[in-house]
């Protein structure tokens, strides 16, 4: 499982891209771009949120435009070169994907608008203090009218991702078109790959005690009664769950048989049916509690409460002892890193391949430096040949600890694109020029199709898309 903590900052500012409706009064700064606003004197406000365009039943405010803003500026962006007709142009692509998933009969429930309502306003309670300050922050008038606007911004920014996945999906690309799109460049043009390394692993994980082991399980299973007695499983796994990626949404997850989940997680989910709670599941990570949700079709809406037990300080000095050990068989030519990997690592899913890690991003087993996750760059980057680093104490972000030793088993320099050498690289590059075009005739075709309207003062733009319809 994938544990994701977001910063307060990046979490505000994508929400912010979407909240068109709760920027009422602004005022705007004299702007340098290819669209002209009046400078409003000292004092005085203008209202900004008019529309200034209609794509559908959807409609562009001139206060998303500064939201927009807002957003980039957020994220460490810089806006210098930006204008207001750029994110006009991407607003209204937004909202033709909306569009078009109504009139392709692209369902959201409002179950699942709902359910993300809740999440993102216990995060801003969270974050703010109380629901009386949240309000007071998007300066809407009650609690029932912020999130009735919250509810429209959610619900159109899940049609638009529905939409965009159903183009998407449907894109494929052949190993002849692969071809083709490498065959088109000149020598001079070819792509250059970045610098890579393979890395292998070895980690060893300290015991836990069968009485901890038990602690957990006996406090799960109370967990699990107290639910069946009225009590939320969501507030629970908001204050007991080790998970500290599904913490703050109350141990959600939305899985399908091929969501890359441990498998004992994933048989439980499977086995249970909706409303049901599991008892305690032992997987690599701990002990969970799931909770069935809701079932649709091939996917399931899980809740989870994982709690890892705790080890002792001396479970962990033989655990660093038994590395120690390791490494010194390793080092001193009495057994090969891998053959070591196989027979004494306790990470299931690097052992059998002999220690080797996995890009997450490309699911191979190079990683381009300039990409490579800090913590594990800075370990490995000063590696010679067949070096391997001290043993390194590692703390999961649920807490738990075991010691690992990584090894660079291969270095592969820049380079030219080489089309037998890099051709998962140059499919990866053919796909996404294939999914542009797909994209670009998908939206021609649906602008002709659509109500599109633009405001005057937008109709000197130079849009990418051919909303003027010329």
């Not at 070819?190 to 890579?196: D, K, N, S, T, Y």
């Not at 649709?296 to 962990?316: M, N, Y």
């Not at 030519?333 to 891998?338: D, L």
């Not at 010691?403 to 140059?426: C, M």
Request: net charge neutral; charged share 35%; with cysteine.
């Amino acid at each position: 499982m994938k544990f994701i903590n977001k910063r307060i900052a990046l979490f505000l500012a994508f929400t912010f891209a979407g909240l068109s409706a709760f920027a009422q009064e602004i005022i705007p700064e004299p702007v340098k771009d290819s669209v002209k606003r009046q400078v409003v004197p000292k004092g005085s406000k203008l209202k900004v949120d008019g529309v200034v365009a209609v794509v559908g039943d959807y409609v562009v405010l001139d206060s998303d435009i500064d939201l927009s803003y807002k957003e980039m500026q957020a994220q460490g962006m810089s806006t210098a070169d930006i204008t207001r007709c750029e994110l006009l142009g991407k607003l209204m692509e937004d909202k033709l994907y909306a569009h078009q998933a109504i009139q392709d009969s692209i369902v959201v429930s409002d179950a699942e608008v709902n359910e993300q309502v809740s999440r993102r306003i216990d995060y801003f309670v969270e974050q703010l203090g109380t629901e009386a300050k949240m309000v007071e922050y998007f300066k809407k008038k009650d609690l029932e009218s912020f999130k009735s606007e919250l509810f429209e911004i959610l619900k159109t920014q899940q049609l638009t991702e529905k939409m965009q996945k159903k183009v998407l999906d449907e894109v494929e690309i052949t190993p002849e078109e692969v071809r083709q799109f490498f065959k088109k460049f000149n020598k001079e043009d070819i792509p250059l790959f970045g610098a890579e390394m393979e890395i292998a692993q070895i980690v060893v994980k300290p015991q836990v005690p069968e009485e901890e082991k038990q602690k957990v399980r006996d406090r799960l299973k109370q967990i699990k009664k107290d639910v069946q007695d009225g009590a939320s499983f969501y507030s629970k796994a908001v204050l007991y769950s080790d998970d500290k990626g599904s913490v703050a949404s109350g141990g959600f997850y939305k899985i399908n048989r091929k969501t890359q989940f441990v498998k004992e997680f994933k048989d439980a989910a499977f086995s249970l049916n909706e409303g049901e709670i599991s008892d305690p599941v032992e997987t690599e990570f701990g002990y969970h509690l799931i909770y069935v949700e809701k079932i649709r079709g091939q996917e399931r809406d899980v809740r989870h409460i994982l709690i890892i037990p705790k080890t002792t300080d001396e479970e962990l000095k033989k655990a660093k002892d038994k590395i120690e050990a390791i490494r010194k068989k390793i080092t001193s030519g009495e057994i090969s890193f891998a053959d070591a990997a196989k027979s004494e690592s306790d990470d299931k899913e690097t052992r059998n391949s002999g220690g080797l890690l996995i890009n997450p991003a490309t699911f191979g087993t190079r990683f381009e430096l300039t990409k490579m996750d800090p913590s594990i760059y800075n370990e490995v980057s000063e590696l010679k040949s067949n070096e391997v680093t001290q043993p390194i104490l590692d703390v999961d972000r649920g807490g738990a600890q075991s010691f690992k030793l990584l090894t660079v088993t291969n270095r592969f320099e820049q380079h030219p694109a080489d089309y037998a050498q890099d051709y998962i690289k140059i499919k990866e590059l053919a796909l996404k020029e294939k999914q542009m075009k797909t994209i670009a005739k998908w939206s021609a075709d649906k602008i002709k199709d659509t109500y599109i309207s633009v405001n005057a003062d937008y109709k000197t733009c130079k849009f990418a898309n051919n909303w003027l319809k010329k």
